[in-house]
């Protein structure tokens, strides 16, 4: 009894540390890609090589995730990452959204999900 | 408008492409110090890097024309490729729930660029 509860516990707690993982490498992707924009309109090439960095540590977190946790977890956390960068373009992009664009990323967001399941 | 989705049609199919050889490449490491360092000398890994940083310079040069939330999206294409390319290469089965993934996906990239 004891060995079955430990062993599910175990399993619990690398489902959320999975979780952690791709959560943080998702904020580092959506703040990378806001760095590549400000690189990209002012060729400014500190923030591209920032942008850069950042996918990097992001592409680390994500490695690390995936020896947690599987992938139909990890994906749909990935998939938020349309969201971050929707709210984080409207902060630091002057950049406007609106229904359709609200629409198309729920549906991807749902499709990203999705695609990872058996 | 058609010139921005041809190319990232084209930065997401390298970067797709790019995922899965470098996936290819990981299939025989271990995880230890030893075997990172390896990393460097690995053919597909170090080839997988070159072509995702190929379609990540495609995808830098387009971002200057447009909106981040308009042409972000469009990098959820290389899921789409992934599952094609998997299915051909990988003889992985396409089950319905992915068909409805890849559409859901699609659906949600032209809503965008009718959002614009």
Known sequence: MDNKKEKRWIE?????????????????????QIFWKWGVNQTDYFWIISGFVFYFIAASLMVISFKFGELSVVYPIIGTSYIWVSFLSLIFLNESMNLLKWLGVF???????????? | MILTIILMIVS?????????????????LEISFWETIKVFKNHWIVSGGILYLISAIIYLLVLRKEDLTFLYPFASLTYVWVCLFSARFLKEKITFIRWLAVFLIVLGIVLISLGR
Do not use: E
């Open chain 1, 107 to 118: 549906f991807i967001l749902v499709g990203v999900s999705l695609v990872a399941r058996k």
């Open chain 2, 12 to 28: 997401t199919l390298i970067g797709g492409f790019a995922a899965l050889i470098i996936k290819k490449g990981t299939l025989k």
């Open chain 1, 12 to 32: 619990i707690i690398k489902k959320k540390k999975a979780i952690v993982f791709i959560l943080l490498s998702t904020i580092f992707t959506s703040f990378g």
